[in-house]
C-alpha cells in the first residue's frame, strides 16, 4: 500500500433518532481505489464527532471525544440517551474525523438528520 496518498472527507448523510442511545455504531474507512483498502489511520491519537447548528454551521453543539473509538479501519460510536438528546428535530451538520500530533484529518461530513 503507497503511504504517501492522503485520505479525502466523503460525504454522508445520517439520521439519528432523538434522545435514543447509539450503540457499536460502526463506520468503516476505506480508501477510495478499485479494491477499497482499508484505511490505516497513519499517527492516530483519538477520533472525534462534532454536531453543528444545521443552518449556518458555525455554532458547536456537541462535542464528542470519548465517545468515538477506533478498531483497526473501523471508527465506532457510542452515545447515551443524554448524549443525543436535542431541543429540536431537524436537519443539523457533522463532522467526523481523527486527530494526529496536533493536526484534525476529517473522514465524514455531511447534514445529520434528528428524528
Given at each position: 500500500m503507497d503511504q504517501s496518498r492522503a485520505f479525502i472527507a466523503q460525504e454522508a448523510p445520517l439520521v439519528f433518532y432523538n434522545a435514543k442511545a447509539i450503540l457499536n455504531l460502526a463506520f468503516p474507512v476505506l480508501y477510495d481505489d478499485e479494491d477499497e483498502t482499508p484505511f490505516d489511520f497513519p499517527g492516530f491519537v483519538s477520533a472525534y464527532f462534532r454536531i453543528y447548528d444545521g443552518k449556518k454551521r458555525i455554532q458547536l453543539l456537541k462535542n464528542f471525544a470519548t465517545q468515538v473509538?477506533?478498531?483497526s479501519?473501523?471508527?465506532i460510536m457510542n452515545c447515551s440517551v443524554a448524549d443525543m438528546t436535542f431541543d429540536d428535530q431537524g436537519i443539523y451538520f457533522f463532522e467526523m474525523g481523527y486527530n494526529y500530533s496536533?493536526?484534525?484529518v476529517p473522514i465524514r461530513y455531511g447534514d445529520l438528520t434528528i428524528l
Amino acid at each position: 500500500m503507497d503511504q504517501s496518498r492522503a485520505f479525502i472527507a466523503q460525504e454522508a448523510p445520517l439520521v439519528f433518532y432523538n434522545a435514543k442511545a447509539i450503540l457499536n455504531l460502526a463506520f468503516p474507512v476505506l480508501y477510495d481505489d478499485e479494491d477499497e483498502t482499508p484505511f490505516d489511520f497513519p499517527g492516530f491519537v483519538s477520533a472525534y464527532f462534532r454536531i453543528y447548528d444545521g443552518k449556518k454551521r458555525i455554532q458547536l453543539l456537541k462535542n464528542f471525544a470519548t465517545q468515538v473509538t477506533r478498531n483497526s479501519y473501523i471508527l465506532i460510536m457510542n452515545c447515551s440517551v443524554a448524549d443525543m438528546t436535542f431541543d429540536d428535530q431537524g436537519i443539523y451538520f457533522f463532522e467526523m474525523g481523527y486527530n494526529y500530533s496536533g493536526y484534525e484529518v476529517p473522514i465524514r461530513y455531511g447534514d445529520l438528520t434528528i428524528l
